[in-house]
């Protein structure tokens, strides 16, 4: 199983991408391809992943002070020997271009899917419009469909039932408006709403 993370940059998508990795069973590993934000990267969070028994691949230059966009891995091979992964992907449109180099190898495969992670509490992501807007772009960029939406409306420690709440009808009629299925609307673990997936904030999502 591939599992895809996009999203506006300040939605939540390193978080979402470990808490999604954390859950799965079987070998795992989760793919750092963020080369535009070289600061709040899946690779911060390698303790929480590996207490989960997840792998984590990340460029050589994650975690240090060169901000060198550089991917020395090859995500095919990667794909092909592991059962599960997940691939943290760098902010709209432009951290995105870096997939279409592998288009055509995951389009060739039925195990692929595109999560979409929509913050309605974030600049250029407020309204359904907005959203649908950055998701264009980033299917136009890597040359792939999204298949679903993560609604990670969120306010960082500000975060109560009332915001979460507040994202559920945008993220319906984001779906309406772009056709695509919601795949899961998140809440923090400890207030674990009915009908959301509970994450683990191991990130600021102010600024992951």
Known sequence: MIVIITGHYGSGKSTVAANLA???TGD???VDMDTVD?????ADLKTYLEAHGVRVIA?????TNLDVPVLDYDIQTICENTENVVIDMGGDDAGTYPLGRYRAYLSSRSDVKMLYVVNFRRMLT????????VMGEIEAACGLKIG????????GEE?????IREGIPKAEELSRMT?????AHTSPRELSLEGTMPIDIIMDNRLG
């Open 22 to 24: 954390a859950s799965m």
């Open 28 to 30: 795992t590993v989760i």
């Open 38 to 42: 070289p600061y709040y990267r899946t």
């Open 59 to 63: 460029p050589m230059y994650a975690r």
């Open 126 to 133: 407020s309204s359904p419009a907005q959203a649908a807007e």
């Open 148 to 155: 679903g939406i993560i609604n990670n409306t969120c306010l």
């Open 159 to 163: 975060t109560d039932e009332d915001i």
């Open 179 to 183: 056709g695509t299925d919601i795949y």
